[in-house]
């Protein structure tokens, strides 16, 4: 099964600020990649697709970016309605696999 | 609008069994391939299952393989998991989700979610 690694598991940050979230994978899975938010009580809605394609919708302070086995979400300038859990997820291969998740909190 | 409503959590005792549903609407169900993932509160997300549009390819976590099967009904756009020999770790809130992909004979990702059902293992 190919393992998805979050880092960090969560951080502080302020409104305005930039945000970067990584996300490795076990082996190589091109950019098969999708990220996720989770704010508190909801279900999961989709960010990113192919590691840096923007799901309709999201707002463009939102980026992808990476393949192979290191990919990374951005943040370009923290608002409020981001503070929520992210999580990575690989579609190279089956069993499909999350990320531990990454919390981002309000400082 | 694409919406996606579970049902059918609930307490369950250990080993008994529990059929998810999932009542599929605002797309043409039967184009897309959909998911089965779960959530233990407080806890990461943990993909269960997934079933191709035509049903010709089916998927499962190692953790719940023979013990738990998914299926579909297209003339009701429904979803299902049946789950038998029910673990206390399986307790968890389950989502039913749609693939993206239109009509590929393989799995990708999550698009849309369904706000979960919660189903309890517990004596």
Known sequence: ?107 | EVQLVESGGGLVQPGKSLRLSCAASGFTFNDYAMHWVRQVPGKGLEWVAGMSWSGSLIAYADSVKGRFTISRDNAKNSLYLQMNSLRIEDTALYYCAKDPGLRLGTLFYMDVWGKGTTVTVSS
């Open chain 1, 1 to 107: 099964d190919i393992q998805m690694t979050q880092s960090p598991s969560s951080l502080s940050a302020s409104v305005g600020d930039r945000v970067t979230i990584t996300c490795r994978a076990s082996q190589a899975i091109y950019n098969y990649v999708a990220w996720f938010q989770q704010g508190p009580g909801k279900a999961p809605k989709s960010l990113i697709y192919a590691a840096s394609n923007l799901q309709s919708g999201v707002p463009s302070r939102f980026s992808g970016s990476g393949s192979g086995t290191e990919f990374t979400l951005t943040i370009s300038s923290l608002q409020p309605e981001d503070f929520a859990i992210y999580y990575c997820q690989q579609y190279k291969s089956h069993p499909l696999t999350f990320g531990g998740g990454t919390r981002v909190e309000i400082k």
